[in-house]
């Protein structure tokens, strides 16, 4: 039962590599209250070719199919839904189908957003998750298809961009089949180099505190401490820590398992991430090499509950 003055809110995030689904109830004060929280393992666009520029058949059955199941959970909930999808969907050529075909079949909107819009939405959760609002920050989100850099000084965004490099995009495009060379590090590398570079926006001589982390890559570096510290593995992972290097000997150690079966013994390592967290290893090295960080602090909240913010903020006008 939904008490008077409060919402229900269902935020869903349509990602490159994985579907998230959180419920949450806001009261009259805009508190959040974490009600419920899904997630599904499920590739967007990596079927054909390395661009991901075409969601398949297969894909968007599987996409629909688990969509339903989110939006049986918010009507349990009483929940109004919104629903955003990221670099896989907004990159496809068959957008526009999928999405129709998602609408028909679950009755979900699907909103594309921007890559821009995405990083602010990302850090609106981020600032909601650990005190940063005094600080000067780096927030990082390493998705399937792309990463999100955002500046933000005293809790607002000085440039919050989206490059085009993911942990699926890369592996798809450098290890396709998932066995990492030496040489082919290099290459990748040399390339997520590249295109942070190519972004003018983006500026990398800044005067952090520290960097703030969030999504499956910073996940997965955090787990494996836990378990190579034999620190208590704790359910919720919001505020860990971890310094420039812990996360080179991390590095070392994982880009040293050549191939996914081997990776998947790693505890901490999820079974269906094995494959891609390479990519997503190589993207922060570079990340904490070119921005000189020196400690990067774990956000649970990015772009799902950052949604949720964002409604909030707006007064519920999309409710």
Known sequence: MILPGKKRIAAIDIGTNSFHLIIAEVNEDGELKLLDRQREFLRLGSEFGEDLSFISDNEKAKAISVLKNFSTLAKYHKANIRAVSTSAVREANNKTEFIEAVFKETGIKVETIEGTEEANLIFLGMKNALPINDKSVLGIDIGGGSTEFIYGVNGSPVFAESVKVGAVRLSKKFFPDFVITESLIKYCTEYVEQQIQLNDKIQTNLNLDFAVGSSGTVDTICLIKQFQNKDEIKPR???????????????????????????????????????????????????????????????????????????????????
Do not use: Q
């Open 237 to 319: 992972l919001n505020g860990y820590t971890f310094d420039k290097s812990e996360f080179d000997d991390i590095y070392s150690f994982v880009m040293s398992l050549k191939n996914p079966s081997e990776r998947m013994s790693v505890p901490g390592i999820e079974a269906k991430r094995a494959d891609i967290i390479p990519a997503g290893f190589i993207i922060l090295k570079k990340a904490f090499e070119l921005f000189n960080i020196k400690k990067m602090v774990l956000s649970e909240y990015a772009l799902r509950e950052g949604v949720v913010f964002d409604l909030i903020n707006k007064g519920n006008r999309a409710i």
